[in-house]
């Protein structure tokens, strides 16, 4: 893996993506066997906490215990970074202390500068704009389940957020087609379809519905996320109006494949974007997508902070 940092899918190449997932399938088969590869001995993770959560949190703290290292969490009231001091000041002054930066915020900027004047590796954990360790665990998991990505489908239906743009950088990384259906307003701007193209060579590899029965028709992979993120709660009764014909559930799936998988990246509000019969059913493989959280940022961290 080349790059310093993660910060988006798009400083990754289709090899480099490849050498995350097998080094995630050798931590994860090792660990199924219950042994754990101490590359990370005495080294700190610095995690910066602007927003909270559950999966990012303990996944990359059990993590770094893995591999042998350690985490120390930072929520915005320790560190209130960009306005306690200039992020480049905490940027410098963390790169003295610990081994590498996981940071969960609200703006892509922070992540960008503060990656910028770290002398360590720093690790987009999440912005608003995009979620880099998700749609490298989804694609992974996908890879787990089928074998390969050729000829599948990838359909995605909600909002045009992070995780939809991380799901569409990578799918153009790796040739897969991906189809998202969004309501009018909510879609993937054209500026970001266009960045993502050149990432395909030229290709057409995003596919835009606003009927979600047409994009998930003969899917082999139906993916759904929550329509209220973090920091939109005042457009919540906005968006249930607008987001109300866009659940996945058993309608919705007679389109799709008779084996189609299903997959949600969590927290889930149950009986909104997905019902209970879906989410618990036969199809899901949304538990085994939450685990590989884990071992995908295993991966990250070995290959990044062990440099």
Known sequence: MKCKDLISIADLSPTDIEEIFTVTKELKEWHNKGYDEKCLNGK??????????????????????????????????DINLGKREAVKDGARVLSRYVNGIAIRTFGQETIQELARFATVPVINALSDYLHPCQALTDLYTIKEKFG????????FVGDGNN???SLAQICAKLGLHFHIASPKGYELTPDFLSKTKQMADGNEVVHLYQDPREAVENANVVYTDTWISMGQEAEIEVRKQAFKSFQVNSDLLKSAKSD??????????RGEEITDEIIDGASSIVYDQAENRLHIEKALLKLLLRK
Do not use: D, W
Not at 49 to 74: C, D, N, P, Q, W
Not at 260 to 269: D, F, I, Q, S, Y
């Open 44 to 77: 700190i993770l610095g995690m910066i906490f602007e927003k909270s959560s559950m999966r990012t949190r303990v996944s990359f703290e059990v993590a770094m215990v893995h591999l042998g290292g350690y985490a120390i969490y930072l929520t915005q009231s």
């Open 148 to 155: 390969t990505y050729a000829n599948l489908k990838l359909a």
């Open 163 to 165: 995780i939809a743009r």
């Open 260 to 269: 189609v998988k299903v997959m949600h990246c969590l927290p889930a509000h």
